[in-house]
Each structure stands twice: as structure tokens, then as C-alpha cells.
């Protein structure tokens, strides 16, 4: 090898290293910068329709407010197929439910005009588990049943797809009766799309 290519095969090692060298510094700066949030009024969230989950923050703008614009139906089929985050937490898909639901109740949507369904299939399933079974596959009480509770007393329908229960290998019995069951997901979806209800995935 020439001299010359060990020049610059140090002079690159020495930029490298000096560059990797200086990575914990960059990583705390950014850290920091990410760290300093703005404080916030006692009252800049709140759950005013699903008492403790689906935190908003409320601003009052009139473009799309679904209790000022003429004709909406107020019809949602939420799907949630996912378990993200600690299993031991509230599944977040029913958490955004309730935090769909708390923004539409802010914005001066009674909630009796409201006609929501919620359909649980797939790696989500865990989270229609009852007390017993939660506890014997997590060892806690399911952290979802007093969400769905809430959800319930809002006049949302939590439903489960009775194939996922097969594909996952549950007892029918198994799953909490809060929860309704249904042939499928997917024929719920279709058929509640099917008599105008907007779908939303989460």
C-alpha cells in the first residue's frame, strides 16, 4: 500500500473517531433539548366524557366541528388489531376511542348522538380477557376492563372477533362479558360501513 493511502485511511480514523467521540455530548444536548417542556395549566388536559383515559386538549375551532356541521351522522367503527407498549397498561387503540370520544363530547356532541363501535380482533385480543385470564397469562388484573367500563357508560360498543378468539387459541368464555362477540372482524367493519359508519383504524 502507498504511503499516501495510509495518510488518508488515518486522517478518515481520526475524523471517525473524533466524530464518535463526540456522540454522548450530542446525544445529552438533544436529550436536554427534548427534556425542557413548557409547564402546563392544572387544567390544559382533561377527559370530560371517559373519566381518566383519552386526554385532550380542547381548542374551540369552528372548521369541522362536528356538533356545528349540518348533517353528520356521528357513526365510527374503530378497529384495533394491536397490542403496543406494556401489555400490562391500556391497550392504546381503546385509549385514542376515548380520546375520539372526550373530543367530540368537548366540542358539544351529546353523547347519545353519538353511535361508536369498537371491534377488537387480532394481536388486540388480550385486552378483552377477563380478570381470571388476564391475571393467569400477565399476572395483574386487566388494566383494559375498567376503560371499557367507561367507554360503556358512554354509550360506546366494544365488540371481539370471535375468529381472532380461535386463532389465538381462547375460550369464548374467556373473553370479559363487557365485550360483545361477532362472527368476524371484518364482516363487522363491512357491514357497519355499509350503513354509513366511518372507519377508523387504531
Known sequence: MRPASYIVIAALAGFVGGNVLQLPDLVDKVSDKFADKKSEPADFWSTPAIDGYGKIHFVNVPDYNPA????????????INRNEGDVRQPNLGLERVARVTNLYYAAGVPLDQ????????????????????????????????????????????????????????????????????TLSSGTTVASLQNEGYAFLML
Open 68 to 79: 356545528t356541521t349540518p348533517g353528520l351522522s356521528n357513526k365510527i367503527v374503530f378497529q
Open 114 to 181: 353519538l353511535k361508536f363501535v369498537v371491534s377488537i380482533n387480532s394481536d388486540a385480543v388480550p385486552a378483552a380477557l377477563n380478570n381470571e385470564q388476564f391475571r393467569k397469562t400477565y399476572g395483574t388484573d386487566n388494566p383494559n376492563l375498567k376503560l371499557i367500563d367507561e367507554l360503556k357508560k358512554a354509550g360506546v360498543k366494544v365488540t371481539i372477533c370471535d375468529q381472532s378468539v380461535a386463532f389465538h387459541q381462547l375460550e369464548r368464555n374467556w373473553i370479559d362479558t363487557r365485550v360483545t362477540h
